[in-house]
Nanobody
Framework: QVQLVESGGGLVQAGGSLRLSCAAS????????MGWFRQAPGKERDIVAA????????YYTDSVKGRFTISRDNAKNTVYLQMNSLKPEDMAVYYC??????????????????WGQGTQVTVSS
């Protein structure tokens, strides 16, 4: 069974930065497409970013383009989300997810098989 553990969330002022990490265990990390999703209170869990198996291709939702960067280190079984220029609207619980069967980066949460427990990101204005 694959386990995903996020870390790095917290409280930051608007304009600040945070780096989220997601450590995977129990599976073959390098074969998974990885994604970061977020869910604000009362809203759907939506894709933020995704990265392909080798790390050479990334997807970003429009609202975070130019501010967030997803990356992965397959030797460390870890995926990262660097978040810069944070805005109050970025405040949410952030989840990492793994798609074990993916060859392409899906934006649908239904494509992902494994999920972390989430980490809270709070942005003060």
């Amino acid at each position: 069974q694959v386990q995903l553990v996020e870390s790095g969330g917290g409280l930051v002022q608007a304009g600040g930065s945070l780096r989220l990490s997601c450590a995977a265990s129990g599976g073959t990390f390098s074969t998974y497409v990885m994604g970061w999703f977020r869910q604000a209170p009362g809203k759907e869990r939506d894709i933020v970013a995704a990265i392909n198996r080798g790390g050479g291709s990334q997807y970003y939702t429009d609202s975070v383009k130019g501010r967030f960067t997803i990356s992965r280190d397959n030797a460390k079984n870890t995926v990262y989300l660097q978040m810069n220029s944070l805005k109050p609207e970025d405040m949410a619980v952030y989840y990492c997810a793994a798609d074990r069967g993916g060859w392409s980066m899906s934006v649908s949460r239904r494509a992902y098989d494994y999920w972390g427990q989430g980490t809270q990101v709070t942005v003060s204005s």
